[in-house]
């Protein structure tokens, strides 16, 4: 499965650009900017995914936010809307990620503390309360159990009376890069993926402006991957989607313009930028011409960025606010459609309210005070922003053909390339650092003795402990025999290899939890423990 | 590669002071951050440390039994959910619990500063932020390991003879720092001994992890050796086996101790044979010896083990490539692990043409638990 000829594959030299001082045209030799950049718009896309991009839409302000009880986050989530945050971001706590009710074992301790605890259908009304599901855009961050709060949502919008060919969002749903960066997966990699497959399909028959997958480099590149293997990696998943959707019997063009993208924006202003920007030339070219789409919107590669949480310091906090604003920068001068920005506090704990304002307030400051929004993808044709993206598509496509070389995605899971890959690069980013070749300001240089004065955000044991007691409470008071009912369907299904989203909403109406849907699951799919580490 | 050597070995040598130090990393609970525990594992093992790495989504109890059970010089943990006030403690508990108070324990992650007084209080060794430097990290883990008490032989043997785990541990330890037994010869114990061998990747560790999961649960008591190579530049190692056997808990007889391949007094081939007579007079009944089965030289195992297991997996080419090294005719019996993959058939049917069928193949998937028993079987038909 190589990428075939005439892919747009850059056949130009990946010499680095920054060998040099400067970069000229002596250094773009045979570049054809009618098809290597277009018009932002058209085909390959590099320039940007609209014609006027922010001239007329500004990037979404999607602020990640989850904490304690479905209640807390609730309001959090009201408190953001009413300071013109345009679109929510829901952060799950760990058990709910790992799929795991607030009362097992393994939840102790974590349960609300590093997002917001879901474990039933009655958590999700709580957590949505007041908030019309056909006027916001939710994004929702989980994995593992992703069908499971997809059918929890459906369910909201059900008693709203919500059509649910109007809900708008995002599922993250990308259970690859869990097992490649972020650990957070439960099933062996065959099902997990067939569950990504089952999202699809309901998604295309029922919630078309639903965003089914948001396949993810952020962890990929978080947990040490270089920029290259980030775009690599992230790509050659959703072609690994791609490929099995359609031979689920999926038509291409009918699911791939719901496929989104969410990219880490790291320190490196340019390589970032011409990341973002070789992504949507790679994508396009992906699409059309590997899967044979034939839509203009399935070649159009949309992306979320968020900036580069591993880049934050501990010491001397407030340099996060200026780290975190020139991301911001590179991520909108790499055109993309919506942007999360950290808080200044998140190395200590969750952000405060109001660190997470001033996270907000610098994009603000970018869309509307700088006029970098005003003309499309400004940096376009520079010799060096051209070559750089020309550099880093070669890269990523030299990678891309290994990856197809040992048989696609799941092979590579199950021999650890990718897990391999990305520890590697983790070690030599960290012999940079300790050996003086990258600086960190405030830890390797300027130095300041002392320790900073941060107020930092406490989640109280209460929270678990109210959790725990309703969870009780659900399980002793709902309807043994329809419960017991659905959760049979919902493994017959599983067995019978059907897709399993009717019966996971059924179960979701029959008050099971998302650890009794997760375990009857398990029954059928066995659970992974990890695939090769070294 | 595994050389062992085939004369019996003496139970006394003279005092090495080069056994790398050894650590065991943790992560505990279900945060799956593991960028900084891998960089540190990976950082340790350059620096010359011998690395046991345990896994994601370890109990408390599980690790500091596996700390007792290696017998390591410093347990760190790394923790980036915020559970650090939660979790430590319990370790402390755990820990004066095992009898295993001598072994420090270090903490990674995001820690606020403020709760940092609090840990050193409850006895938490060191605490490294982010941003701390490697090269500080490891210094500390080599100080804490320097500060290792000499064994107290006397209390150690009685403790040994008494069936204390503990005690085990640190003869072993013993053993591998070449140190003197002080005369004390165990029993001759009547374990069995199979090695298991195979080549990287077809899931030796935890086909042994089912497997003597399997023996446990049929009363018998089963140790484990797992040996893994040592960088012959650094003398460190990462010792990863174990994170696919986690599943031992104090009340069950199940040892598992991981031995770096370079990290004994005249190598492996030096203390293997010591080793295995600790376990034995310990009295298990069984005994695994996982190696780093990569074709030929690997048949060395035969010197150690009176039976051996060759495990392979569908479709990986080993039938061919085994039956040109000399591990085939040795192997007792073979196991075609991963079967829930495709191609087992195929590549049964190719290891039948290439070893015939007078011994027996089993299939099984550690996955799915599928055919341990029957292996389980087999194994208890040895002597």
Redesign the interface.
Known sequence: MSIEPGLGKSKRSTDDARGKPFVGPEDLRGYDPATALSVPGSFPFTRGVHRTMYRDKLWTMRQFAGFGSAADTNERFKYLLAHGTTGLSTAFDLPTLMGRDSDDPLALGEVGRCGVAVASLADMHVLYDGINLGEVSTSMTINAPAAIVLAFYVCVAKKQGVPLDQLRGTLQNDILKEFHAQNEYVFPPVPSVKLVVDTIEYCTQHMPLWNTVSVSGYHIREAGATAAEELAFTLADGMAYTQLSIERGLDVDAFAPRLSFFFDVHNDFFEEIAKLRAARRMWAHIMRDRFHAKHERSWKLRMHCQTAGVTLTEQQPMNNIMRVAYQAMAGVLGGTQSLHTNSMDETLALPTEGAAKVALRTQQILAHETSVPQVADPLGGSYFVEKMTDEIEAKAYAIIDQIDAMGGVLPAVDRGYFRRAIAESAQAEQRRIDGGAQKIVGVTDFVEEGTHDMEMLKISQDTEDEQVSKLKSIKANRDATKHQAALTRLRDDATQDKNVMPALIEAAEAEATVGEMMDTMKQVFGAYGGGPEW | MVTLATEPMKMTKPINNNQPPRILLAKI???????GV??LA??FRDAGIEVI?T???Q?CEATMYAALQEDVDVVGVSLL???HL??MPELLRLRKKLDIEHIPIILGG?V??EDHAALAEMGVAAVF???S???DIVEKVKQLAAMHEPIQFKEVVVGYKARKQNALAKLITSVQRGESLDGFTPPVGDAVVIGVTGA??VGKS?FIGKLGEELVSRGKRVAVLAIDPSSPITGGA?L?DR??MMSASPEREFFVRSLASGGAAGGLAAICPDVLKLLKGFGFDYILVETVGAGQGDVGIRELASHTLLVLMPDSGDAVQYSKAGIMEIATCFVLNKCDLNGADATQSQLISAVGDARPIFKTST??TEGIDRVADFIMTLS
């Open positions: 609970g279900l945060d799956g951050h593991d960028r891998k960089v990976r950082s790495y896994g994601l989504w109990t959910s915020a559970a939660t979790v995001i606020p500063n932020n982010p941003g430097s490697v090269d990287p990747g935890s990462l990863g994170l696919r996955l799915k």
